[in-house]
């Protein structure tokens, strides 16, 4: 496994499901790891497990929309480590409801969450990062962001991230800062568990199932370490071969 010692993370929507995983293997890694989330509960239960396996982790109360939010959290890295090494932007949230059917304030809270909590958090931690040298950011997209999918506001915050993510690769590669997204398919969390796609979109998938958590994880600690020290600006599909 690669050695994250000495290193500072940070992983939103961490409480439960991807990136409660994501924030689990980066700490066993080594590095110091801040948890953040809307849900205080899942989010301290984690860091209380995490502490008394002697990782070295907090949980912070974070709505990736509030730019306040974010401006407490950098600051308490400051304080803790002094430094940021690894962002992941990984809180999302779905709205399976079509376009028809969809509000306008119902395409915003999505997009507000999904694509500008991720718009915020790049903006914000990249300074930080710069200043011990750089980092790498990992954006959390979709594999729905390659084709239309059934959740237009949720497919369309995807395709932005990818977007977000080329244009913030060569905004801050002078920086020292690498930013790549990950696009993972099916992985059955809170977010999916009772969708009605689930079945279709396994019969759709060669490998005939679904991924899981670690697979995505163990793609996150590969691209927040210097294993990946050259790839910039990439979306990595991870999905079963679903979108081959
Ligand atoms: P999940 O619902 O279990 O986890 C999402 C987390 O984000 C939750 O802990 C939630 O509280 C948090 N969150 C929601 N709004 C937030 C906000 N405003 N601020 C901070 N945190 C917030 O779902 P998951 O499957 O673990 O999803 C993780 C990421 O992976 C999401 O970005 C999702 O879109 C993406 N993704 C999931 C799948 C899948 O099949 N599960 C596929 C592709 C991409």
Known sequence: ??????KTALVTGAARGQGAVEAELLATAGASVLICDVLVDEGEALATRLAAEGRDVKFLKLDVTSEAGWLEALALIRDW????DILVNNAGIINRKTITDMSVDEWKKVVEVNATGAFIGVKLAAPLMAETGGGSIVN???NSAFSG???????ASKW????LTRTA????AEDGIRVNA???????TDLNRNSPHLGPMIGMTPMSRAGEADEVAQLVLFLASDASAFITGEDFVIDGGFTA
């Open 1 to 6: 496994m690669s050695d994250l010692s000495g």
């Open 140 to 142: 959390i997209s979709s």
């Open 160 to 163: 932005a991230i990818r977007g």
């Open 182 to 188: 990950i696009c993972p398919g099916l992985i059955v």
């Open 169 to 172: 690769a060569m905004e801050f």
């Open 149 to 155: 999918h059934y959740d237009p506001a949720y497919t």
């Open 81 to 84: 480590t002094g430094r940021l």
